[in-house]
């Protein structure tokens, strides 16, 4: 341990007799590790922040639609099959078919294209909404086909200049059809997030309404294309997932003939993750080559040291010091190189995570904090010492096997 503590401060005597050189030395592994900390931790923390935006939109939910030959077959999800989803399986809070239509309405304010979006009262799960007045609709509303809706705070005040709409009457045209909509609810506009978008310009007004009541429009919704399952929290999606394939199959009769396929919110998130993953892990990579440029500058200069210390090398040898020694103090001086280059690159790897992370959330409205991992910092501690050992190693060995007299001989 005493050995160990004179090749330490040996090496720091030399590395600091030389300061510029010993920093140009330095900078390759400064650069790459700052550069490796900044990425994974930007990565880190952007993914984290797509997480907790993308679970606002309900992470239970599964989508069930039909494949092409199931419309070929005509093997629609039927209102029945949702009912039957909603009372015979497990871990299942709500289901509704998603239905929809386009229209126009027309008020004091203008003209404006209305989406409509036919559900049953389930369908206020899908995207967590938060009910500013009123209520929504309800499950006797979707059974008498109530023409009945919930409109967002943003889009009352489109159409009437106030959120205060409850009570009040839209009239939607659909195929030259009009019909009379009662405004039962307005909903809590969410803000936008950096990564999922509620609105956008010019976007139509969007009515929450019973799927049922597009019948006083001319066609019956009794088959649909696809449907969303609400899931609860203690449910496991695969399961929920496999029980609403096996039970659609039952009804139509039709097991092992893939007419129905499943996409949960889960499986979104996990590609969603593995892409990020990829790239935060390929830009890591493209980063950590500066740590090679910069192992391969600590060969150089440990090289050029030999040169110049031929003369003390041989002196020490002539005066009993043990190759191995040798080989310490050189190992040494590279190590501690590597090693407080890596400390700085960590700390400029942190602080520029953090400002990058503050620029993209002023850029992008979301808030978005640098994923620090203790791991992270320990496997750039120690990739970095093992750059300075492995190529400490070459110039250490030469100086090692240095001969005494050849090594006094020379200038």
Sequence with gaps: MGNMAEYVKMAFKNITANKGRSFLTMLGIIIGISSVIMVMSVGEGTANAMNSEVADLGTGQISVYCSDDAMTEEAWITSEDLTAIKEQLEGVDGVTPNDSSSGSTLTGKGEFVVQLNGGTEDMQKSMN??????????????????????????????????DDVVGMDIEVTINEITGSYRIVGVTQQKENGGFVSYTYEGMPVTLDVPYTSFEHFGWESDSFYSATVFANDKASGEEVAKDIIHLL????????????QIQSFQDMVAELNTMLAIVT???SCVAAISLIVGGIGVMNIMLVSVT???????????????????LMQFLAEAAILTIVGGIIGILLGLLGAVGACGLMSASMGSTIHPGIKVSTILGATLFSCGIGVFFGIYPARKAAKLS????????
């Design 308 to 326: 110049e210390r031929t003369r003390e090398i041989g002196i020490r040898k002539s005066l009993g010091a043990k190759t191995s020694s040798i």
């Design 129 to 162: 909404y938060n009910m500013k007045r009123g209520s929504y609709f309800t499950s006797a509303d979707t059974e008498e086909g109530n023409r009945v809706c919930v409109i967002t705070d943003n889009d009352a005040k489109r159409l009437f200049g106030s």
């Design 249 to 260: 199959e039952t009804r139509h009769r039709c097991a092992g003939e893939d007419y129905y």
């Design 404 to 411: 005494p007299i050849e090594a006094l001989r020379r200038n």
């Design 281 to 283: 892990t390929f830009i």
